[in-house]
């Protein structure tokens, strides 16, 4: 089972603008915990500013090490000018959960190729550096069956692993459902493991669940 150590996340959105051979450039980076939050500040950048020539973007949807929830597009610049270097950039910066736009107003001069790929990457480069963060620590979630003998047990977990107890069921056996840091979970499973399963039994709930 993967675990997802904590992370770095942005507390707020950031803007940097700067003029390349009469372009305008405006970098915004901003929280975007999923795909779809991403899109919507994609959006968001596109309404904004509708007279921009070009709204570039790439995005990091989950954590830092997550490559299964990347995107990015060069939104009709030269293919791998734009888009590529601004997700190169949010996946150096050890960030998760963040999503780059990159708006250009187009001054008349072509930047060439070269000049593209610096500036939509420098932008972020610059931009990164703004970022304030704060920490995103990996959550899971458990279900957990005991005989009501075996209460002071699962007050003393309770306390060990910091579970933070959601659903509470009192019937013929105790359950509770809680959640704790994915970091540990495998310590309380180890540990649950060591009690008789007639008596004490744990589950991983599937996230979204």
Not at 96 to 114: D, F, H, M
Not at 179 to 205: C, F, G, M, P, W
Request: aromatic letters at 8%; one cysteine or more.
């Amino acid at each position: 089972m993967p675990i997802t150590p904590p992370y770095f996340i942005p507390s707020a959105t950031v803007t940097f603008e700067e003029e390349i051979k009469r372009s305008r450039f405006i970098t915004c980076l901003a929280h975007t915990p999923s795909a779809e939050k991403a899109k919507a500040f994609v959006q968001q950048m596109k309404d904004t500013h509708p007279q921009a020539r070009h709204h570039c973007w790439g995005f990091v949807a989950g954590a830092p090490s997550d490559s299964m929830q990347l995107g990015f597009s060069d939104d009709g610049e030269p293919s791998g000018t734009a888009g590529k270097p601004i997700l190169a950039q949010l996946q150096g910066s050890n960030i998760g959960e963040i999503c780059a736009v990159v708006l250009r107003y187009s001054g008349g001069i072509k930047l060439g190729t070269g000049g593209l790929v610096k500036a939509y990457g420098g932008g972020v480069k610059q931009a990164l550096p703004l970022v304030k963060t704060k920490t995103r620590v990996a959550m899971d979630k458990v279900s957990l069956e005991y005989n009501y003998a075996l209460q002071g047990v699962i007050d003393d977990l309770t306390r060990e692993f910091a579970l933070k107890v959601e659903v509470s069921d009192f019937g013929e056996k105790a359950k509770i459902t809680a959640s704790i840091e994915a970091i540990h979970l495998a310590s309380l499973l180890h540990k649950v493991s060591l009690y008789n399963a007639d008596k004490l039994t744990v589950q991983r709930i599937p996230l979204g669940e």
